[in-house]
């Protein structure tokens, strides 16, 4: 199975201030197609996951743009140009290269 | 829209079964797979299987021996079957379409 490591686990910032998260895969994501199968999602508490971003750089519908995503092969980065209240909970990337999907641990992002 | 339903309780060694009914498209359409997702109550996620809108399917191979996931296209559906539960099968289960779209989750938890 790909495992998924993501830093910070627990992630403490002021409102207005930027925020990233770091994924690391043990083997590159990038298909044979060409695409690259990131995804990251928020998990607000008592929520379900909402996708945020998929194929590494690309926002879901409604997801504010203050949210962006980078990387390749084995390297990815969710970035908050500026943090809001709202971004609260539990961020996770996932990988769908290949089966088993597999999850981060995820990262606890709190408002100091 | 998907909506997970079924018994919240289950016994140990007992079948798990859930069902995900899909509103605002098909079951059977093309490109589209259809995932059920798990979380133990404060922990992460995990990746249960998916089927393909043409009935194919892939199972966590964690679970493969014990997961059956199949399409019900007359009722818009797709279920979950997951036999000889234990008490580590407790969590939060979650449909999902595409990984995209996820439903509300359902809480099943394994006791006597």
């Known amino acids: 199975d790909i495992v998924m490591t993501q830093t910070p686990l627990p992630l403490s910032v002021t409102p207005g201030q930027p925020a990233a998260v770091s994924c690391k895969s043990s083997q590159s994501l990038l298909r044979s197609d060409g695409k690259t199968c990131l995804y990251w999602y928020l998990q607000k508490a008592g929520e379900p996951p909402q996708l945020l971003i998929y194929e590494v750089s690309n926002r879901f519908s409604g997801v504010p743009d203050r949210f962006s995503g980078s990387g390749s092969g084995t390297d990815f980065t969710l970035k908050i140009s500026r943090v809001e209240a709202e971004d609260v909970g539990i961020y996770y990337c996932?990988?769908?290269?290949?089966?088993?999907?597999?999850f981060g641990q995820g990262t606890q992002l709190e408002i100091k | 829209q998907l909506q997970e339903s079924g018994p919240g309780l289950v016994k140990p060694s007992e079948t798990l079964s859930l069902t995900c009914t899909v509103s605002?498209?098909?079951?059977?359409?093309?490109?589209?797979?259809w995932s059920w997702i798990r979380q133990p109550p404060g922990k992460g996620l995990e990746w249960i299987g998916s089927?393909?809108?043409?009935?194919?399917?892939n199972y966590n191979p964690s679970l493969k021996s014990r997961v059956t996931i199949s399409l019900d296209t007359s009722k818009n559906q797709f279920s979950l079957k997951l036999t000889s539960v234990t008490a580590a099968d407790t969590a939060a289960h979650y449909c999902?379409?595409?990984?995209?779209?996820w439903g509300q989750g359902t809480l099943v938890t394994v006791s006597s």
């Open positions: 996932m990988q769908c290269m290949e089966f088993p999907f597999t």
């Open positions: 999902a379409k595409n990984m995209a779209d």
């Open positions: 089927i393909s809108y043409s009935g194919s399917t």
């Open positions: 605002g498209g098909s079951v059977s359409s093309g490109d589209h797979y």
